[in-house]
């Protein structure tokens, strides 16, 4: 049992590591000016489409419910000067012309985060997205507007695998996309 959670710790780093490095490529020029990363979390968000995502466009509702951390499977979390191991945070929105052609990654402009420690974080952003070998890469960037980390600037990368034309004929009903925050 003890080996199997090394194991466990063990794909979380090198996970994190992975997405540290996907990270860097994309978020680390606008943090590094800002100043050190204060909190760096990995995990997960699962994407669910209604009614399921195809090739043709209409109307969808997308439901994002992101786990950071040890709420995420694997996740890690590293924060200075606090106790927070997790984060949890859930979006819902709506667009109306939605396809596999068209990548949209949310209208929402802002999200609250919800630490493991009971103090939550709203965080603003703008989005970015970019396709990137294969993968399209969500960049969310702005400040935590209120809450935990007040006032400091927030980068959220989300990695969400490309959809095959197989996937998007049948339809696809939800994904999974790698998340990677960091706050400075």
């Keep these: 049992m003890r080996r199997l959670a090394l194991e466990k710790n063990k794909a979380a780093c090198a996970i994190f590591v992975g997405l540290a490095a996907v990270s860097a490529t994309f978020v680390m020029p606008s943090v590094a000016s800002a100043g050190s990363a204060i909190l760096t979390c990995t995990g997960q968000e699962a994407i669910s489409y209604s009614p399921d995502l195809t090739d043709t466009p209409q109307a969808i509702t997308t439901t994002v419910n992101g786990m950071l951390g040890l709420a995420g499977d694997p996740g890690l979390c590293v924060a200075l000067g606090t106790d927070i191991t997790s984060a949890t945070y859930a979006q819902t929105y709506y667009n109306p012309s939605s396809s596999c ?4 990654y949310g209208v929402p402009n802002s999200k609250k985060i919800d630490w493991n420690s009971g103090a939550p974080s709203y965080f603003s952003y703008t989005t970015d997205i970019a396709f990137v070998n294969g993968d399209y890469v969500v960049t969310l960037t702005g400040d935590i507007a209120s809450g935990q980390f007040a006032g400091d600037l927030a980068v959220e990368t989300i990695v969400v695998p490309e959809y095959s034309q197989t996937e998007c004929a049948a ?13 400075s």
Aim: proline residues 6%.
């Design 171 to 183: 339809g696809i009903p939800s994904s999974t996309g790698q998340a990677a925050l960091v706050i």
């Design 101 to 104: 052609n068209e990548f949209v």
